[in-house]
């Protein structure tokens, strides 16, 4: 999604999303025609159509299809059973450093953990640590973009907008299964 429409609140875009409970809790996605735009997890049912109506006020709301609940059931699969990295289609607005470090994200292994500065450096940026951790923050697809493998540069977990809880669980799931 260019980053005038996301700004615009989608404005002229056709969205679609659908939400569903998983044991993290609640999650939503919204998808365009070209991938998906958005993955949040959220207290409730409600919190999240709300947060989606706002999100997207002005885009054409779409009929769910069978792209958005297949790739709604690969979320939701991941979620429960990460045993495979997730490879969906995604629509974002992003700076090129975000997508650099988003990039960099999808290709960390199941089950491990980077330190935001090794992500940094892995980047050619080592003092880009800070940045590293802003773009992370503002991941707007969840486990998709699996921003909760970067941790502290002492292991520690830091830093997860969806909550710390969730996201040793995650780690944990995935350790598991890895």
């Known amino acids: 999604m260019p980053p005038a429409r996301w700004r615009e609140r989608g ?3 056709g969205i679609r ?3 569903m409970l998983t044991t993290l809790g609640w ?3 919204a998808a365009t025609q070209r991938g998906v735009c958005l993955v949040e997890f959220g207290e409730s049912e409600a919190e999240l159509r709300r947060m989606f109506d706002e999100r997207f006020a002005r885009a054409r709301r779409l009929a769910e299809d069978e792209a958005l609940r297949r790739w709604m059931r690969e979320v939701l699969e991941f979620i429960e059973r990460p045993d495979h990295a997730l490879d969906l289609p995604v629509d974002v607005a992003a700076t090129t450093f975000q997508r650099r470090v988003w990039n960099a994200l999808r290709q960390i292994p199941l089950g491990t953990r980077l330190a935001y500065g090794e992500l940094a450096a892995r980047l050619g940026q080592p003092s880009a640590s800070r940045a590293v951790a802003r773009a992370c923050a503002s991941n707007p697809v969840a486990v998709i973009v699996p921003c909760h493998r970067v941790v502290a540069a002492d292991g520690s977990l830091a830093g997860y907008r969806w ?3 969730r996201k040793r669980i995650l780690l944990e ?3 598991g299964n890895a």
């Open 173 to 175: 799931r995935e350790a």
């Open 163 to 165: 909550g710390l809880e």
């Open 27 to 29: 999650v939503g996605l």
């Open 17 to 19: 999303y659908d939400v």
């Open 11 to 13: 404005e002229g875009q």
